[in-house]
């Protein structure tokens, strides 16, 4: 019979007063395989202290990685024999994006960058860690400043950008001077596709790197380390059972509380993440805290995590989300291509992926009339009016009520016949008029305007 493991680890509850907050970083509670805490959260942490505030660090933030050895993933960037790899090694840090889906480590990895400067330059290196979304022009001007300033004590800085892509092309030009006298290191992150989202002109000064999604196994990893860094441990329920309740509630009576979360629920996290380590963490906190709240539900300082909670903590957490992204479009392609297949399920299961990320309804509908005409044309001419008419009525009644409306119109586009022949003999036109050599042919004189008929 296959014996189920749970993995146990204490929760800690720090953050909860001020000299809580002091005692863990002077036991500094860390295991071996994490060589230490982010130089990120310290920093951050000190000044939560110093202003008098106190303000919670995720778990998230807590397992920011602070050396290549403690990265998890991305080994075509930063493993051995690589690129990124051999510059940091000399200590020559050039200006660069990264480009990734969220939770992949982009942040993670600017955060080693930034330790491994210090390390190298002896601690004189000046970072600015900024994100777009809440930074403007201002918060540039004052990094180049405060850069130029440091610049005559030989001092280099390094700027961390978050989010680049949500400073519009205008704002984006005030790094490019900047960026290419050296005043500063330009280190930028982004979700979105630079080459869309980014001036070419910013893209051709910086080194593009892209991340790829995190596996389910890099996420194990990480979730795993997460659980090490709390001083979890695996734990035999045989083993459990067989032990009298004195020794079990001997072995974990302490100050602190102890969850249950058994290994096969670990790996369906993993599995709904869809490689955002973020989430996995943020939604196994989430379930713990709300466990510790509710206290009826612990005995002898232990909580077991169930697969519900971790539920709850997910929907709380990962709301799907896919307006706007690269993601939107994929998902569009997707229907396109269900639909051009003649697999009506298909093409309903990704409508309704496009409708749960809230996208316009006139929107899709615009992409059906697209569809009617490019993949279906004469072989059924019913099919153009179906899709406008669809547009009009989603146009008219709106979400939520539009939606059947487009689950009608898409599964007619999937069972129609499909003809290509005028998109293609448009396309050859076009090719005939793009590959002409020399002035394109005059308009023959029969085929001219009558008011005009001059030779």
Not at 24 to 39: D, L, V
Not at 64 to 80: D, R, S
Not at 101 to 120: D, E, F, M, Q, V
Not at 233 to 259: C, V
Request: charged content about 20%; overall charge positive.
């Amino acid at each position: 019979m296959e014996v189920k493991t749970k993995r146990s680890f204490p929760f800690d509850e720090d953050f909860a007063t001020h000299n809580q907050v002091k005692k863990f970083k002077i036991h500094n509670q860390i295991p071996s395989t994490i060589n230490s805490m982010s130089e990120y959260n310290f920093i951050k942490e000190s000044k939560v202290q110093s202003s008098g505030t106190l303000k919670r660090i995720s778990l998230a933030d807590k397992m920011i990685p602070m050396n290549i050895e403690a990265y998890v993933g991305q080994k075509h960037i930063i493993g051995p024999n690589t690129i990124l790899n051999y510059l940091l090694e000399k200590g020559e840090i050039p200006s660069m994006i990264f480009w990734g889906p969220p939770g992949c480590g982009k942040t993670s990895l600017a955060n080693i960058i930034a330790c491994l400067s210090r390390k190298l330059t002896s601690n004189n290196v000046y970072i600015v860690n900024l994100s777009a979304a809440s930074s403007g022009v201002k918060s540039i001007k004052d990094a180049v400043t405060a850069a130029k300033e440091k610049s005559k004590f030989g001092c280099k800085t390094i700027v961390f950008m978050d989010e680049i892509h949500c400073f519009n092309k205008l704002q984006q030009d005030i790094f490019l001077p900047h960026v290419e006298t050296g005043t500063f290191t330009l280190i930028g992150c982004t979700t979105e596709n630079p080459f869309y989202s980014l001036n070419p002109a910013l893209l051709s000064r910086c080194r593009m790197f892209m991340l790829n999604k995190l596996t389910e196994c890099n996420v194990t990893e990480i979730v795993y380390k997460a659980l090490d860094y709390m001083n979890g441990k695996m734990l035999d329920i045989q083993e459990k059972e067989q032990t009298n309740s004195r020794e079990w509630i001997k072995f974990h009576s302490n100050t602190k509380l102890k969850y249950h979360v058994d290994n096969n629920i670990i790996q369906w996290l993993v599995g709904a993440c869809d490689g955002d380590a973020r989430v996995a963490l943020n939604a196994l906190e989430l379930a713990m805290l709300a466990r510790q709240a509710d206290g009826s539900r612990i005995s002898h300082n232990n909580i077991t995590i169930t697969l519900e909670d971790i539920k709850e903590g997910l929907i709380k957490t990962h709301m799907l989300s896919e307006k706007e992204t690269n993601q939107s479009h994929h998902i569009y392609s997707a229907l396109h291509k269900s639909i051009r297949a003649g697999k009506a399920n298909a093409s309903l299961y990704w409508l309704a992926r496009i409708m749960a990320a809230k996208e316009d309804p006139v929107n899709i509908a615009r992409r059906l009339v697209r569809i009617s005409s490019e993949d279906i044309g004469l072989a059924d001419p019913d099919a153009l009016g179906v899709a406008v008419h669809t547009m009009h009525g989603c146009q008219m009644i709106g979400m939520p009520e539009c939606d059947v409306l487009l689950g009608q119109c898409t599964v007619y586009l999937a069972k129609a016949p499909k003809s290509r022949s005028i998109y293609n003999a448009l396309r050859t036109a076009e090719k005939m008029i793009l590959e002409c050599e020399g002035p394109q042919p005059a308009v023959p004189l029969h085929m001219r305007c009558n008011s005009n008929t001059k030779l």
